[in-house]
């Protein structure tokens, strides 16, 4: 028996093109010639000799299901073949019912471990948002001595000073001062991770507001003997604004537009008019963003440079939290960026 079962397997049912299928149960059947032998309906003999017929009427170009040969060679009754038929589609919808819950079940746990995740990803953002509000707190009281005794020093109060010292002292208070601009930022980041960045909309004079933003980077663009101009429609209307976080979020692109141009660069400041709102942009021909990595400069604490040797400092917070104001303010922060031929971030702010 073994030897004629393997004789089988190698000569399975043949299949019939399903365009001259006959639609009845029997097409609906996967390997009933197996079966009724399986259920003891017919002997392996039989089958292997419908299995040839059926070969044969194929050859001839006549489509023949197994179960019409065996009951033409009246091998099974037309009674005990509707039986198999049907028992098997009754195995193959339970089978499709079990695969059914058990795919319901797994769905079901997935979405619980996934819902748990997610869960306890927030609570793990709550505690870095706190431990980064609390650390920045604790930093900023010794930061204000620190400060404090600086000035003192510089002033000559507790003591004259010789050249050298006035140098060092110089160097230590552009350090405290960017120190203390870190330090402000992760407080400022803790604040809008924790809770909606809150808003104190007054009316502002955008031509101002970015002229004094320009003449305060000025003096870090002359260090790098960049040429940073401002430019802007006249007559812009006032727009309904948070100044203070709208001065800060265009100050940093101020800041990376200077920290990523090379020497004797160009940076541009534009405020224009555009249909009863104003258009900001800050234009740059500085090293440029790859287009595959644009989405990650704005991810909290991250650099494109992640490496112990790299060029440009940072804490990686500062387009982060750009774009937490703008989005604020109803707006969008876009970039177009190339390399080597730099980048241009804008977005638009909303009259009233």
């Known amino acids: 028996m ?48 419908v299995i040839e017929l059926q070969q044969s009427a194929q050859a001839a170009g006549r489509t ?20 198999a038929v049907t028992e ?28 748990a995740a997610m869960v306890k990803l927030a609570d793990l953002n709550r505690m870095k948002a706190n431990i980064v509000a609390n650390i920045s707190h604790e930093l900023r009281t010794p930061m204000t001595h620190i400060k404090g005794y600086l ?23 552009k350090a405290s001062s960017r120190l203390e601009r870190l330090i402000e930022d992760l407080l400022l980041f803790s604040d809008s991770d924790r809770s909606e960045v809150a808003l104190n909309l007054q009316p502002v004079d955008m031509h101002r507001l970015s ?17 940073l101009r401002l430019v802007f429609d006249a007559d812009l209307p006032k727009i309904k604004v948070d100044e203070e976080k709208i001065s800060w979020a265009i100050s940093q692109l101020l800041d990376n537009a200077i920290k990523f141009t090379p020497v004797n660069g160009h940076i541009e400041l534009r405020c224009l008019r555009e249909d009863g709102a104003i ?68 977005f638009l702010l909303y009259a009233g």
């Open 2 to 49: 073994e030897k004629e079962n393997s004789s089988l397997d190698d000569r399975m049912e043949p299949e019939i093109d399903q365009n001259d299928q006959i639609m009845v149960p029997e097409v609906l059947v996967p390997r009933l010639g197996e079966y009724l032998v399986e259920s003891g309906r017919i002997t392996s003999e039989q089958l292997e000799r």
């Open 64 to 83: 023949e299901l197994i179960g019409q040969i065996l009951i033409e060679q009246k091998m099974i009754t037309r009674k005990d073949l509707d039986r």
């Open 88 to 115: 098997q589609i009754l195995q193959l919808r339970s089978a499709l019912q079990t695969a059914n819950a058990n795919l319901e079940q797994r769905v079901k746990q997935r979405t619980a471990e996934l819902e």
């Open 151 to 173: 000035e003192l020093i510089a002033a000559s109060v507790l003591g004259p000073l010789t050249e050298d010292q006035e140098n060092a002292i110089n160097v230590m208070q």
């Open 211 to 227: 002229q004094t933003l320009v003449n305060r980077a000025q003096v870090k663009a002359e260090e790098k003997h960049l040429q």
């Open 279 to 346: 258009r900001v942009v800050v234009k740059d021909d500085g090293i440029g963003i790859p287009v595959d990595r644009m989405e990650e400069i704005y991810e909290p604490f991250h650099q494109l440079d992640g490496s112990s040797t790299r060029r440009y400092g940072g804490t990686g917070l500062g387009l982060a939290l750009v774009r937490k104001i703008i989005e604020a303010h109803g707006s969008t922060i876009r970039l177009r960026s190339e390399i080597n031929q730099g980048s241009e971030f804008e």
